[in-house]
């Protein structure tokens, strides 16, 4: 009788593992640009390789640290990426296309996930208002308290690829 019982308890929906695809990855490297030395960014932090922020012991990059090369900063930027599609998926309740999951890790890379875990783009998503979350790409465009050329046009992309 347990037996049965147990087979008609519903279970409920498992999402799919996501990475980022190979559009997401190409927004990312193309908008964060590469650089083998350090140099601060306009959020004023600084960063090395594809936008990265952390060394492998995770200190602080600063003026200081050495010049790394392609190798290095690709291994940066996937271990950086990991930790960002691990995030974007804690954060995000509602089961997602790998385009939506792409453009979401392209974002959540740039501003991070303490911006995505309190953004609106975030709410409205998690109540599956997906067109209200994809408006939301474009409010992010400041940085430093100026609007840069760069993050609307990546906002524009991100977009794009989260509704394709």
Same mark, same amino acid.
């Given at each position: 009788?347990?037996?049965?019982?147990l087979?008609?308890?519903?279970?409920?929906?498992?999402?799919?593992?996501?990475?980022?695809?190979?559009?997401?990855?190409?927004?990312?490297?193309?908008?964060?640009?590469?650089?083998?030395?350090?140099?601060?960014?306009?959020?004023?932090?600084?960063?090395?390789?594809?936008?990265?922020?952390?060394?492998?012991?995770?200190?602080?990059?600063?003026?200081?640290?050495?010049?790394?090369?392609?190798?290095?900063?690709?291994?940066?930027?996937?271990?950086?990426? =990991? *930790? !960002?599609e +691990?995030?974007?998926?804690?954060?995000?309740?509602?089961?997602?296309?790998? /385009? @939506? %999951?792409?453009?979401?890790?392209?974002?959540?890379?740039?501003?991070?996930?303490?911006?995505?875990? =309190? *953004? !609106?783009? +975030?709410?409205?998503?998690?109540?599956?208002?997906?067109?209200?979350?994809? /408006? @939301? %790409?474009?409010?992010?465009?400041?940085?430093?308290?100026?609007?840069?050329?760069?993050?609307?046009? =990546?906002?524009?992309v991100?977009?794009e690829?989260?509704?394709?």
């Amino acid at each position: 009788m347990a037996g049965l019982w147990l087979s008609i308890i519903p279970v409920p929906n498992e999402r799919k593992r996501l990475a980022v695809n190979k559009a997401g990855l190409e927004i990312i490297k193309q908008c964060e640009g590469w650089s083998a030395v350090p140099y601060l960014c306009p959020g004023d932090v600084w960063t090395i390789g594809y936008g990265t922020t952390r060394d492998d012991e995770g200190r602080a990059i600063t003026q200081d640290h050495p010049k790394i090369g392609k190798i290095k900063g690709k291994k940066l930027l996937a271990r950086d990426i =990991r *930790s !960002t599609e +691990r995030a974007v998926a804690r954060l995000i309740n509602v089961n997602l296309t790998e /385009n @939506e %999951f792409s453009a979401l890790v392209s974002f959540t890379y740039n501003v991070g996930s303490g911006a995505l875990q =309190r *953004s !609106t783009l +975030r709410s409205k998503l998690n109540r599956s208002e997906y067109v209200g979350a994809a /408006n @939301e %790409f474009k409010r992010w465009r400041r940085s430093g308290g100026r609007v840069l050329p760069g993050l609307v046009r =990546r906002r524009a992309v991100e977009a794009e690829l989260f509704l394709s």
